[in-house]
């Protein structure tokens, strides 16, 4: 199963966390029987996978558009990870495999890819997947008119070439590390698309894929229904059903799993530590913690007069008290990061430090910039303006929306004044993120297991609807981006990608936050959970529910 392992994945883990290189691991005494259950269940049960019944998980967001690479946000790609296929997937272990094709060869030290497909798969109108599609989805990325954020990968190949009905070949002018994650993404079906517009079309809300699941019901505001696809080339998954309700506030969402109306959610820390504790909760309910593939971050918009000046930058990162942030908002179940990759991997520069809180400095930085006067109430003011400006955070993300109170609390400290603006997630994307219109985000980012961040980072992607939405512009982590991705040698790539971090340091167009722990917490009736290097979700559609368990049934 593919789950948020490529980077058509923005900011929010909407529903569930992801595991972490440190490996998931379920909490000891947890795994116990589940609501309803026998004190043994017979060895044949527990042996013997079953299909029905259905899961019913949270999400705090709805999607905003379901045709993969049209869309950046988590909402949405949880829910094409489950329509659609790809030629490759990573496993339990991170390695890369063959998931739509049946075999691939790297060849020429990295500049050539030949690839295979299974001759078994078929999009949910019946219709065959075969190489036409991989070079229609190719074609589409790399024309300008097409309105993602994802074409880099496929601009980097020189050429393709179908070679017969399932096969195919990909040319590079030079290795490109990213390689193997670009042929990660979703195959498009050519015969839905094909000549249609992509912006407003009808199959952003009824997608055609192949994957494990078909959306059968979308009821804005309320949920989406998924139902098995009884063509899966993998086989058909052993639930019925996967259920995604909409509940914009985690407290809500929290009532609704106590109340049996949830299987499955992501745990705050509090509910995580302090509220589901006790003989209850460790019979009905497994729950699961590791560090997860994602980091928070407060971004400036540096198109903003106010963040031009890295001084500014760099004083308002010494105003912030990272550990306090973890103490007081994941109550100490995360890590403090000083860049845009997991501590602990390869591509970590472990010689950095988390920048820390430093009021004096600051002050003495912004009044260097010329932030020197200050107004009745302690703010700062330059050339008649104090310096005042907003925060935007998304509904339904307690964890940003107290990172950002606490922020402000610790701004007033340093003489700067900071409002807080709460925003409903697909707008919150699209109308102002996308956009450019904000002065700073709290947002978050998945980290990926290969560290190129060339769509995030370089300059060309510093363009509307881009994911360089901050405008962060730098010639020379331009130049370390482009030899990064062209160079296979990893003892290369770890220097280019230090030196990256050392001028985001230097230069904070993001004042880096924390890494949170993932915190999935799954009703105790569902088995084949099998924890994992990539988390729990990588083999979903092999979750099943014993027979006497399964509480609904979908009706043929």
Not at 242 to 260: N, Q
Request: glycine share 8%.
């Amino acid at each position: 199963m593919k789950i948020k392992n490529i980077l058509f994945l923005l900011c929010c883990i909407a529903t569930v966390g992801i595991g972490g290189l440190s490996g998931c691991e379920e909490v000891p005494d947890e795994n116990k029987a589940g609501k309803g259950f026998p004190v043994q269940l017979s060895e044949e049960e527990l042996k013997t996978p079953v299909q029905g019944g259905r899961i019913l998980m949270g999400s705090i967001g709805e999607p905003s558009n379901l045709i993969p690479y049209m869309a950046s946000d988590s909402a949405s790609a949880e829910i094409t990870d489950l329509l659609f296929v790809a030629p490759l997937k990573y496993d339990k272990d991170l390695n890369i495999v063959p998931w739509a094709a049946a075999s691939y060869e790297v060849l020429e030290g990295g500049r050539l890819l030949r690839f295979v497909l299974r001759d078994d798969i078929l999009w949910e109108d019946g219709e065959p997947l075969t190489a036409d599609d991989v070079e229609f989805t190719y074609e589409l990325m790399i024309n300008p008119d097409t309105p993602t954020a994802y074409a880099e990968n496929f601009l980097a190949i020189s050429s393709f070439r179908k070679t017969g009905r399932l096969s195919f070949e990909v040319r590079y002018e030079k290795p490109f590390a990213r390689s193997l994650m670009t042929w990660m993404g979703a195959i498009l079906p050519r015969h839905a698309l094909e000549g249609k517009p992509l912006i407003n079309s009808p199959l952003a809300r009824k997608p055609i894929g192949a994957g494990p699941y078909r959306l059968t019901a979308w009821e804005p505001g309320a949920k989406l229904v998924l139902t098995a696809s009884d063509t899966y080339f993998e086989g058909r998954p052993y639930l019925d059903e996967v259920v995604y309700r909409i509940i914009p506030d985690p407290s809500t969402m929290f009532l609704e799993l106590k109340a049996g109306k949830l299987d499955m959610m992501s745990l705050s820390p509090q509910q995580y530590l302090r509220q589901t504790e006790g003989e209850r909760w460790s019979r009905d309910w497994r729950k699961y913690k590791y560090l997860s593939f994602g980091y928070t971050f407060l971004g400036f918009n540096l198109r903003h007069p106010f963040f031009e000046d890295v001084r500014v930058r760099r004083a308002l990162s010494m105003g912030i008290d990272r550990q306090a942030l973890i103490d007081g908002v994941l109550w100490g179940l995360g890590v403090p990061t000083v860049g845009p990759y997991k501590p602990g991997t390869w591509a970590y520069n472990d010689r950095l430090t988390p920048v820390e809180q430093n009021v004096a400095e600051a002050r003495r930085l912004l009044a260097e910039a010329g932030w020197t006067e200050e107004n009745e109430d302690g703010i700062l003011v330059r050339d008649g303006k104090p310096f005042s400006f907003t925060i935007l955070v998304n509904q339904g993300n307690d964890q940003r929306i107290k990172s950002a109170v606490i922020i402000q609390n610790q701004f007033r400290k340093i003489g700067v004044d900071v409002q807080i603006r709460t925003v409903e997630w697909a707008a919150f994307i699209t109308e102002f993120v996308n956009k450019g219109r904000f002065d700073a985000v709290i947002l978050g980012w998945n980290i990926l297991q290969d560290p190129d961040l060339f769509e995030v980072w370089h300059s060309s992607s510093a363009r509307p609807g881009g994911l360089n939405f901050t405008g962060y512009q730098n010639a020379n982590v331009d130049a370390l981006l482009e030899e990064a991705r062209t160079t296979t040698d990893q003892k290369r790539r770890k220097e280019l990608y230090d030196r990256f971090q050392e001028i985001l340091d230097e230069e904070q167009p993001y004042c880096f936050l924390y890494v949170p722990y993932s915190l999935p917490i799954v009703q105790a009736r569902f088995q084949g959970i099998k924890p994992a290097l990539s988390g729990i979700m990588y083999n979903f559609d092999r979750w099943w529910i014993p027979k006497r368990f399964q509480r609904y049934h979908v009706q043929p």
